[in-house]
């Protein structure tokens, strides 16, 4: 059985619309190491929901399809990227991404106040005071009923 997950972007920076030009992309430049793990965790074929963060209407968007595992983040070793981290080598690699494959945008965004009020929800991760993680677990309950929503 695949596992459920959730992406968080910025719209302005990498959009559903961006995953859905491209085709697939490495989910990279995460660093937190609770993130990282999770993608470490991750398997081809788990599905995740994008999530658009930090926007007029915060919310779901669309589902992603997890095609490769977790490995090395090349943009930790690139001097001339944001996410440069001097600590980290291909020898030693620190941070990780994995691939996510475009399979649907939702017509509508399933915004945050209306998760907010489905009372399946109430322990999901993103909806806890303070979360702030760009990449989360979903429980099999919670995938379900945002599938409804959508």
């Known amino acids: 059985m695949p596992n459920y997950w959730l992406f968080k972007s910025e719209p302005q920076s ?15 430049g995460v660093r937190n190491y609770q993130a990282r793990n999770f993608m ?4 081809v074929g ?21 095609v490769r ?20 080598s291909p020898e030693t690699p620190r941070w990780f991404n994995v ?8 017509s509508d965004v399933v915004p945050l106040t209306r998760l907010r009020e489905i009372a399946t929800l109430t322990n999901m991760p993103l909806l806890q005071r303070g ?14 009923a945002i599938l409804k929503l959508a």
């Open 69 to 88: 595992t977790a490995y090395p983040d090349a943009t930790a070793f690139d001097s001339r990227s944001e996410y440069y981290d001097p600590k980290s």
């Open 46 to 66: 788990d599905e995740a929901f994008f999530y658009h963060s930090s926007c007029a209407v915060p919310g779901i968007v669309g589902v992603c399809l997890v």
């Open 40 to 43: 470490q965790a991750m398997s």
């Open 99 to 106: 691939d996510v494959k475009f399979l649907r945008a939702f």
């Open 14 to 28: 990498y959009s559903i619309d961006d995953l859905q030009r491209d085709g697939t992309t490495p989910w990279s």
């Open 131 to 144: 979360q702030r993680l760009s990449v989360q677990p979903v429980r099999a309950t919670e995938w379900r």
